[in-house]
Structure formats: C-alpha cells, structure tokens
C-alpha cells in the first residue's frame, strides 16, 4: 500500500502539533483562537484515523509495522483526544492563556501514543514512549493554579525521571 495512507494519522497529527506551536509560539498574533478551530481539526484526525484502519505494511527496514491492531489503538487515541479536546475547551480550572499551551502538549502525547502504536523495536518503543510521557509531566502543573499543582508536577517529574531510567536499564 502507499506510504502516505500509511502514515496518515501520524502526519495528520505532526500537522496539527506544529499549528498548536504556532498558536502557543505566537499567542495574540495567530489569526484565529485555538477554541474554534481545534475541535474539527481533532475530528478531522479522527476521520483520517478511521479511513487508515484498512492500511497495513512495513515501513522503515521494518522498525515501524502498520495493522489493523495499531490503527485500532491509534483510532483510539484519536478519539481520546477529540474527547479531551471538547471538554476541555469548557473546563473553568484551564486559563484562557495556557489553552494553546494545554492542547499543544496534549496533542504531542497523542502523537507519541499514536507512534508507539506502531513502534516495533526497542528503540522506537521508547522514544515513542517519552514522547508522551514528557509532554504529559508538563500537564499537571499548567492545569492547577495552586501551589500543590507545582508540587506535584515536580513529583510526577521525578517519579518519571526513575520509571525512565528503570526502564531504559531493563531495554
């Protein structure tokens, strides 16, 4: 099959991170507010995630495996993030000046989720993997406004930092 079916949902996701960079890089200057156009981009993704669950082949000397099972997980984090998109354009605890900030590290967890769909080896497993974790760690302390939402970023931070380096020791 073609390549670029292939890695749809992947690319249409990588697009989406660097418009919400764009949005979080320039604040006031980008032309639109990320509450009106995200949500049907997030549906777009998922559409794009849904067509691709009848793609399947190798890519990359075999270190990246497209099939039906990873295009399920990946049609599900699809719809996660469309989920999370939509109620959190609603949620009173998120400031209107971290939103761009919030969507753009969720959006990059999504995209290393959808990656690790389709990791095959070890290497790409945990790049995969750290990149949605890593975006994650920044979550916790932009969501609360309180001292204790910087606490337990930190702990969340540390508590990574170990997880990581126990699992690169067992890889």
């Given at each position: 099959?073609?390549?670029?079916?292939?890695?749809?949902?992947?690319?249409?996701?990588?697009?989406?991170?660097?418009?919400?960079?764009?949005?979080?890089a320039l604040g006031d200057k980008f032309p639109a507010p990320v509450a009106r156009w995200l949500p049907v981009a997030s549906i777009i993704v998922l559409a794009v995630s849904a067509l691709g669950l009848c793609a399947s082949?190798?890519?990359f000397?075999?270190?990246?495996?497209?099939?039906?099972?990873?295009?399920?997980?990946?049609?599900?984090?699809?719809?996660g993030f469309c989920f999370v998109v939509v109620n959190a354009?609603?949620?009173?605890?998120?400031?209107?000046?971290?939103?761009?900030?919030y969507f753009l590290f969720m959006g990059l967890s999504a995209w290393g989720l959808m990656l690790l769909a389709s990791a095959v080896e070890l290497v790409t497993l945990y790049l995969a993997?750290?990149?949605?974790?890593?975006?994650?760690?920044?979550?916790?302390p932009i969501r609360g406004k309180t001292k204790?939402?910087?606490?337990?970023g930190a702990?969340?931070?540390?508590?990574?930092?170990?997880?990581?380096?126990l699992a690169l020791y067992g890889l």
């Open positions: 099959m073609l390549t670029p079916l292939l890695l749809a949902p992947e690319g249409l996701m990588f697009v989406l991170v660097l418009v919400l960079f764009a949005a979080s082949g190798d890519l000397n075999g270190t990246y495996r497209v099939d039906l099972l990873s295009q399920f997980f990946k049609l599900a984090v699809a719809f354009l609603r949620q009173p605890t998120l400031g209107e000046e971290y939103k761009s900030d993997l750290e990149l949605s974790s890593y975006s994650l760690y920044v979550l916790i204790e939402s910087a606490e337990a702990k969340y931070i540390l508590f990574g930092a170990a997880a990581t380096a």
